[in-house]
């Protein structure tokens, strides 16, 4: 393994820059143009919100939603057999540049995406996030060799906000394109989100040269001379269940996780879709609010930080899950834009917290001496991308078949019950 100084500032820095570079994705696509996009050219005088989609008559929404519970389903099963392979051979960066190039490129391709060409659209929207997810996984899987203990809060912290200025600073790039399409000569009414698209590809694909020329190379964890895939595979998967099998606090905390995030990382991929459905909102209004959720999010990452080194981490995920509840009830009862406005600027804050803080919770439970991180990780991202394929699959189901949408952000507020009360074991076991 080269050697690695933690807490290097010219490091750290360059690993969230691969933050920097594919929150893009998270926001443009995920969160703000591409949904009110998909959701304006699938909306048709003739077949309402209905379309068709190889033959299967579906809910526009509950399309998209479908695709990414398939896409983080697929990629939960081969998480943790791929890093495993990773760590064992030796392949963490090779394989992390792998997915973020397949991300990029199926982002470059929303460019084409019409209407007529819906079935590969979605295709290419399903493997972006196979290429965000892999790539994101990769990325966690540095911070306990990149920082200390001490250290892992504030690093994670650091690296959402860099994400968030990111995919910010592309958004208002991405703002003005939709905007002001008149600026630059455009007449066609799609050509300036499918623009959008194409901006973000890139901008993903060219700030992650940054992290992919600065982290450094790990070295295979075992012996490898011999072995076919499936025995390096096996070795190493089991090797890592074995060590966590012996580590209490991830066992406790991983089903708290579970849980909450079904509820987190829904709301997060579905609010702009609520927002326009509820209250027909438009574009501009709604990118500004999810501009706005960006811009308190940093806010919130550092906050949370802080706040655990004062209070502890299981204490501040308490009262940011117990915030979220708040949340999924009032978003049941929204009527007015001003509420819109401000159930956005709280989701904002509780958001960069909590996603920073479960990072760093969990890099924390991680033994300083191990070495195959990316598998230790494997194990926290497949709980996350589990958990997003029940709630997608969960909020598309209820709308399927309520056909209104505001009792499937109801229904999400469970799951924030029962990922509160696990926590709250978490504490209490922790003082007995």
């Not at 920097?20 to 949904?35: D, E, G, H, R």
């Not at 009414?189 to 450094?216: D, E, H, N």
């Not at 079904?262 to 574009?283: N, Y």
């Amino acid at each position: 393994m080269e050697a690695i100084v933690k807490n290097n500032k010219k490091l750290i820095r360059s690993w969230a820059m691969f933050d920097w570079a594919n929150s893009a994705y998270n926001l443009v696509i995920t969160s703000t143009i591409f949904p009110v996009y998909y959701t304006a050219i699938t909306t048709t005088k003739e077949n309402g919100d209905v379309v068709e989609f190889f033959g299967l008559k579906i809910v526009n929404t509950a399309l998209s939603n479908f695709a990414l519970a398939a896409a983080y389903l697929l990629m939960s099963f081969s998480l943790p057999f791929i890093s495993s392979y990773a760590d064992a051979k030796g392949l963490k960066k090779p394989i992390m540049k792998f997915f973020t190039y397949v991300g990029a490129i199926s982002c470059m391709c929303l460019f084409f995406f019409k209407l007529d060409t819906l079935e590969i659209g979605i295709i290419c929207f399903a493997l972006a996030a196979m290429g965000y997810i892999g790539g994101v996984l990769f990325n966690n899987s540095y911070l306990p060799l990149l920082a200390t203990v001490d250290q892992q809060d504030r690093v994670s912290a650091q690296g959402f906000a860099f994400g968030y200025i990111g995919c910010v600073t592309l958004q208002i790039l991405c703002f003005i394109v939709v905007l002001k399409p008149e600026w630059f000569g455009i007449t066609d009414p799609s050509l300036p989100a499918r623009i959008s698209f194409l901006m973000v590809g890139l901008w993903w694909l060219g700030f992650s040269m940054i992290p992919f020329k600065y982290l450094p190379k790990i070295e295979a964890t075992g012996n490898n001379i011999g072995k076919s895939f499936v025995q390096n595979v096996r070795d190493e998967f089991s090797h890592v269940i074995h060590k966590i099998k012996g580590i209490p606090e991830i066992k406790q905390f991983l089903p708290a996780f579970f849980f909450y995030a079904i509820g987190v990382q829904t709301l997060m991929i579905v609010a702009s879709s609520f927002g326009e459905k509820i209250l027909h909102l438009g574009a501009e209004r709604l990118i500004a609010t999810i501009l706005l959720i960006q811009l308190v999010a940093i806010l919130g990452a550092f906050l949370m930080s802080y706040l655990s080194k004062l209070f502890g981490n299981i204490k501040v995920l308490i009262v940011v899950v117990m915030i979220w509840i708040a949340i999924c009830i009032a978003a049941f009862y929204l009527a007015t834009a001003m509420q819109f406005y401000i159930i956005a600027a709280l989701v904002g804050l509780v958001m960069g917290g909590i996603q920073s803080l479960s990072r760093s919770t969990y890099s924390k439970l991680i033994p300083t001496d191990i070495k195959d991180t990316t598998a230790f990780f494997s194990f926290y991202d497949v709980t996350e991308k589990v958990a997003i394929v029940i709630g997608l699959f969960s909020f598309g189901l209820i709308e399927q078949i309520t056909h209104n949408i505001r009792y499937s952000a109801l229904v999400l507020s469970l799951f924030f019950v029962i990922g509160l009360l696990l926590l709250v074991r978490i504490l209490i076991s922790n003082k007995s």
